[in-house]
């Protein structure tokens, strides 16, 4: 089982950087397929930002944050390298994972795996 855990949210100016780093205690994210998700302000469903196969050749990136955000992988944590933020990035990140799947998926019902997420403000 994942025991995942976000870290480095915080308050950022627009233009700004921060970097997101999540990490699991029992060492096994090696393998598996992890994604960050976001909660907008005032919106229940959780949309889909990046996300990386288990492999590291697979990456993919919703298209608001494409060009900007960055996602990477070492042995055992996952990164979100977020540049050029906005106003409208503001929003609790969290970064989900799954065992098993050959694909890198953009629902959150597909992964089994979830962080307790970090708030993430951008100001203007």
């Known amino acids: 089982q994942l025991q995942l855990e976000e870290s480095g949210g915080g308050l950022a100016q627009a233009g700004g950087s921060l970097r997101l780093t999540c990490a699991d205690s029992t060492r096994a994210v090696t393998s598996a397929t992890i994604a960050w998700f976001r909660r907008l302000p005032g919106e229940e469903e959780r949309e889909f930002v990046a996300g990386i196969h288990w492999s590291g050749y697979n990456i993919y990136y919703a298209s608001s944050v494409k060009g900007r955000f960055t996602i990477s992988r070492d042995d055992d944590k996952v990164y979100l390298q977020m540049n050029s933020l906005k106003s409208e990035d503001t929003a609790v990140y969290y970064c989900?994972?799954?065992?098993?799947?050959?694909?890198?998926?953009?629902?959150?019902?597909?992964?089994?795996?979830w962080g307790q997420g970090t708030q993430v403000t951008v100001a203007a």
């Open positions: 989900a994972g799954v065992w098993g799947r050959d694909e890198v998926e953009a629902t959150p019902s597909a992964y089994d795996f």
